[in-house]
Structures are given as C-alpha cells and as structure tokens.
Antibody
Framework: EVQLVESGGGLVQPGRSLRLSCAASGFTFDDYAMHWVRQAPGKGLEWVSSISWTGNSIVYADSVKGRFTISRDNAKNSLYLQMNSLRVDDTALYYC???????????????WGQGILVAVSS | DIQMTQSPSSLSASVGDRVTITCRASQSITTYLNWYQQKPGKAPKLLIYAASSLQDGVPSRFSGSGSGTDFTLTISGLQPEDFATYYCQQSYSLPPTFGQGTKVEIK
C-alpha cells in the first residue's frame, strides 16, 4: 500500500524557518518524481515545488522561489521541504504527492499524504 | 502560467442527479487534464487523468471528456459520498496549475 506521511509542521513566527519531511513507503520511491502542494485555510490547491526522481530537476512556484528548497534522499525514501523566511501567507496545509507522469510534462498527483499544517504568525 | 477556470464554483444537486463540471484552460493543453475530489479534512483524491482515463478504484459513474481548452467532469447518478469539492489541474507544462474548485452540495 502506498503511503506518504508528512511531518515537521507547526506554528512559527514570520521570518523563521521550518523543515518538512515526507516519508514514503509501499512503492519504489526513486522511480517517481515528487511534489509539494499546499492549501491555505478555506482556499484551493496551489502547487509549490517538484523534484525529479534523480533530484537533478527541480522547479518552484514563483511565490516560494528563493525561500524554499526541495530535496530528496532516495536511500531513506524521504522528501523534504526547507522553508526559510516564512511569511504569513505561507500558512497552509502542505501535502507531499507522488507523480506518475512521464518526465517533461507538468506532472500530476496520484497519491497524496494526509497533509501537515504550517502556521506562520507573530 | 496556464490559467484554469472551473464553472460553476458551486452547485446543489440531489442523489441520483447527473452532474457536469466544466474546466477551461487559457491555452491548449491537448489532453493533459486531471480531476481530483476533495472531501472536508481529507487530502485530494485523483479521479481522472489524461482527460478521460479513470484512476484505479474510482467508480465508473465518474467520467471525463474534452481536449484542447475545454473539459468536462460528469458524475452519472450522484451518490451521497460524492458531495465534495472537485478540482481540475493541467499537467501540460510547468508549473502545474489548478482550477479554483467546484463545491457539490446537497440540494
């Protein structure tokens, strides 16, 4: 059974940092690109970042570029999101998601974690 | 970025109704269009990928159609468990972008 379990969220002050983790199981992790997608309270879905199966191809949404860093450790079946210089508008539920699409497309998401809340407030 | 626009934003329907949700892309995305269902407090669930392919385990009352810029998600015979919010998403190019969602409520 495919499982994605996020951790590392919490309440943080503006300007501070947080690191999210996503533990994957039930599939061959290094066969898949992975993404982070977020959802602000009561709002829709916003893609945040993606990383290829090798980790060599990384893309960010403009809203987080220069502040967030996505990475993966295929030996540990884990995906990460380092979030620096957090802002109030980064407050959201953050999901990790698996991408079954072929490389070179925008990607889509066939399995999602349960989500982890990041709240940025003074 | 490719903009995705769904309509309607919300709708009320009864059990057994046929429900149609539309999604329009700001440019052609051929058939790189996916549909998700999200229930309150839950992660989104993939229903349809590549415009019309049913994800494993998804009931056959869900169907998708369209190509280019205009797409449709149809629920044939709405069930109580189908009341949720539905999102379209384009996977034609980076960044992947979502529609704003359509909330299907009980009439």
């Amino acid at each position: 059974e495919v499982q994605l379990v996020e951790s590392g969220g919490g309440l943080v002050q503006p300007g501070r940092s947080l690191r999210l983790s996503c533990a994957a199981s039930g599939f061959t992790f290094d066969d898949y690109a992975m993404h982070w997608v977020r959802q602000a309270p009561g709002k829709g879905l916003e893609w945040v970042s993606s990383i290829s199966w090798t980790g060599n191809s990384i893309v960010y949404a403009d809203s987080v570029k220069g502040r967030f860093t996505i990475s993966r450790d295929n030996a540990k079946n884990s995906l990460y999101l380092q979030m620096n210089s957090l802002r109030v508008d980064d407050t959201a539920l953050y999901y990790c998601a698996r991408d079954p699409a072929v490389a070179g497309t925008g990607g889509y998401f066939d399995y999602w974690g349960q989500g982890i809340l990041v709240a940025v407030s003074s | 970025d490719i903009q995705m626009t769904q309509s309607p934003s919300s709708l009320s329907a009864s059990v057994g109704d046929r429900v149609t949700i539309t999604c329009r892309a700001s440019q052609s995305i051929t058939t790189y269009l996916n549909w998700y269902q999200q229930k309150p407090g839950k992660a989104p669930k993939l229903l349809i990928y590549a415009a019309s392919s049913l994800q494993d385990g998804v009931p056959s009352r869900f169907s998708g159609s369209g190509s280019g810029t205009d797409f449709t998600l149809t629920i044939s015979g709405l069930q109580p468990e189908d009341f949720a919010t539905y999102y379209c998403q384009q996977s034609y190019s980076l960044p992947p972008t979502f529609g704003q969602g359509t909330k299907v409520e009980i009439k």
